[in-house]
Structure formats: structure tokens, C-alpha cells
């Protein structure tokens, strides 16, 4: 099980959808998949606009992920 906080903005699709937000207007949501791995892969597309709470293996994957991602598209801002 993942925890994080997302930004209600632009979160048309379930699960991100109807939590309550927070006074500062993020939503604390649960995720499950199989795999840190497997929640990295549906969170990388979001970007900035969610941070994971815990655990660190899905932070690793995002890292992971993000890394792979500036050494193929290097400078391409």
C-alpha cells in the first residue's frame, strides 16, 4: 500500500477524484498494485503535481524512472 498527497487540480481520474482535500488543497489518497514499480509507473505521468508520502521504494521508482528519462532527453526542457 502507497501513500501521497495529490493535487485535486486536473485529477479527473479515480482514484485521485473525490478524496476530501486538505486546507491547502491536496488530497492524501491510498494506492495498491502489486509492485512499487507497477504505482511508479501510473504516477510518473503527473509530475509535480503529486509528492509520495511513503514508502521510498515507490519514491526510488520515480527516481529511477525520472533519471532514465533526463539521460534519453538530455537539455530538451
Do not use: N
Given at each position: 500500500m502507497t501513500e501521497l498527497w495529490a493535487c485535486p487540480?486536473?485529477?479527473a481520474e479515480e482514484p485521485l477524484a473525490s478524496?476530501?482535500?486538505t486546507s491547502d488543497g491536496?488530497?492524501?489518497v491510498r494506492l495498491a498494485a502489486p509492485t512499487p514499480l507497477d504505482i511508479a509507473r501510473k504516477l510518473a505521468g503527473w509530475g509535480a503535481m503529486i509528492e509520495v508520502v511513503e514508502p521510498r521504494s515507490v519514491q526510488a521508482e520515480l527516481a529511477r524512472i525520472?533519471?532514465?528519462l533526463t539521460a534519453r532527453y538530455p537539455g530538451r526542457s
Open positions: 487540480l486536473g485529477c478524496p476530501p482535500t491536496r488530497t492524501r525520472g533519471a532514465e
